[in-house]
């Protein structure tokens, strides 16, 4: 594998690692702390918070912000403009008018699970986790917990569907579910995988 490459226009901070083959484009930025892993693509304007750990073989697209809390298992997806949050309640100041600071801040967390995607323009709230091939339709609002292979749209997002690993959507049939794409077979309640 190749060195990382990083775009003249973007900002990746001293104590951020950056894994082998690793692209950070236009303008896009990794916080000091941040590890991203290897084969990933950092698109333009994207904003990677303090701290944050992003698996290998991961996609952030343009603009996507994922602040400071969150992580990023292998494989996933983050379409352009969507948002992993960190803060449920945000104010700029305390009751009695101060200008609230990091000690006053109680930082929520983000947990994208393997082979996940978010789509473009949706936004994760603290404290959820998305499951394992899990969808999240674009400018959805997740409020809650995403089970693996679950497809949700809407705001507040709530379930349609099952989608394969592959990335499309099931179709029920009888007791199983069955991707016409690739042809697996699942079954409920987990979802796994018929073999």
């Not at 104590?15 to 698109?43: I, K, N, Y």
């Not at 304007?45 to 990023?72: C, D, H, M, P, W």
């Not at 997740?142 to 349609?160: F, Q």
């Amino acid at each position: 594998m190749s060195d990382p490459f990083v775009h003249q226009t973007a900002s990746v901070e001293e104590g951020a690692v950056l894994g082998e083959g690793t692209f950070v484009w236009h303008h896009a930025q990794v916080r000091r702390g941040a590890s991203v892993g290897d084969e990933c693509v950092v698109g333009k304007g994207v904003y990677i918070g303090a701290g944050v750990t992003v698996g290998s073989r991961v996609k952030i697209q343009n603009y996507a912000l994922v602040f400071e809390g969150a992580t990023v298992e292998d494989g996933v997806f983050i379409g352009p403009g969507a948002i992993l949050a960190n803060d449920r309640f945000p104010r700029a100041i305390a009751p009695d008018g101060r200008l609230k600071s990091a000690d006053d801040w109680h930082l929520g967390d983000v947990h994208v699970e393997h082979g996940a995607s978010i789509g473009a323009g949706a936004v994760i709230v603290p404290s959820a986790r998305i499951g394992r091939w899990a969808t999240v339709g674009s400018g959805a609002v997740v409020t809650r917990d995403v089970a693996p292979h679950e497809l949700v749209v809407g705001n507040p997002a709530r379930v349609i569907g099952y989608v394969c690993s592959c990335g499309f959507r099931l179709a029920a049939e009888g007791d199983a579910w069955h991707c016409r794409e690739c042809d697996r077979n699942f079954v409920l309640p987990a979802l796994q995988e018929a073999r």
